[in-house]
């Protein structure tokens, strides 16, 4: 009885936003077991995708399948005892304290650098490319580079601090073009060991720490797709590290994704799977932030291209795959899948966003052109 009270709901629910379980377009789903409907009724997103993981049900475009669930809302229609829960968790406790820094580096970027490296582009950049005038993966990452790079205005002979240097390849990408020096900072030890592999020779510095440890100082500082595992408790701490790491007249950039909202946990699914700990921050909890501490001199939107990037490392993934499932379990692939076109789905549908913020310490003085 259960069951079919839950089937009738979730069949509501689809047909809201034009998906039709059992249907033979591409993003309707087909449900091979029955204990889907009750496990997303009771436990949305994290029953849907340990659902799918285990192979009880399937869906041929699952980007255009998130994609519609998400542009009709219908996340904020099932709200699960569970994500009261987290939310109540993230309220009283710093998710993202000190000693859990390194939970994300083991979980997640330590699982293979035989996966990153055939999912990525050949410089292994693990974030959102900037597809302006281009058309391959490895063009979008080095046009992203270069945006970057030029935001912040790079002079040979600087300092520059990359916190969450993942792979190396932004690193060495800056000493190689702009003739800078670099320090990179992770929480993976497994990236570190490529990082320092890829920028042999350079002047580039790697090391494994907690933002929160960092001492010196630099001309410029940025961080590209890292701040989605700070948590909202430590927002300020971050822009205070920052701010004393960084030279009087020096500028920042913040490359995150970005909630609609503010939110005081991650979805259960992706903490589980994907990223422990991780939280999107949202516009108002940046800028509650940064405010005494850094002058505001540009905010870039470029969302869609977070869904051209995820898309290509898709094809990469389903392309490689035959070498890599000696390594991995089907249930990974499934789950990595998952991943991948979810995110994809949801930036379509513009429930999170992608950000470039730019900062400067004392401001900009006369007229700045910032790069687009």
Known sequence: MLEQFCKKQLERLFESADVIIGGNRPWDIQIHNPLVFRRTITEGNFGLGESYMDGLWDCCDLEEFFFR?????????????????????????????????????????????????????????????????ATTLDEAQEKKLHLVFEKLMLEPGMSVLDIGCGWGGAARFASEHYNVSVTGITVSTEQAKIAREQCSGLPVTIEVIDYRDLQGSFDRIYSIGMFEHVGYKNYREYFETVSRCLNPDGMTLLHTIGSQKPCTNGDQWSCKYIFPNSMLPSASQITE????????????????????????????????????????????????????????????????????????????????????
């Open 69 to 133: 669930l998400l542009s009709s809302k219908l996340d904020e229609k099932v709200i699960t005892p569970a994500d009261r829960f987290g939310k109540w968790i993230g309220c009283i406790r710093n998710l993202q304290s000190p000693s859990r820094a390194f939970t994300v580096g083991e979980t997640h970027y330590n699982i293979g650098n035989d996966l990153y490296a055939a999912m990525l582009d050949r410089q292994m950049i693990y974030s959102c490319g900037y597809w302006k005038n």
């Open 289 to 372: 932030n940064y405010e005494g501490l850094f002058t505001l001199e540009d905010w870039h939107v470029f969302t869609y291209d977070y869904v051209l990037t995820l898309k290509a490392w898709y094809d990469n993934f389903e392309k490689e795959w035959p070498n890599l499932q000696s390594l991995y379990s089907e249930r990974f692939h499934r789950m990595w899948r998952y991943y991948l076109l979810s995110f994809a789905g949801a930036f379509h549908a513009r429930s999170i966003e992608l950000w470039q913020v730019l900062f400067s310490k004392k401001g900009l003085m006369g007229r700045t052109e910032i790069p687009r």
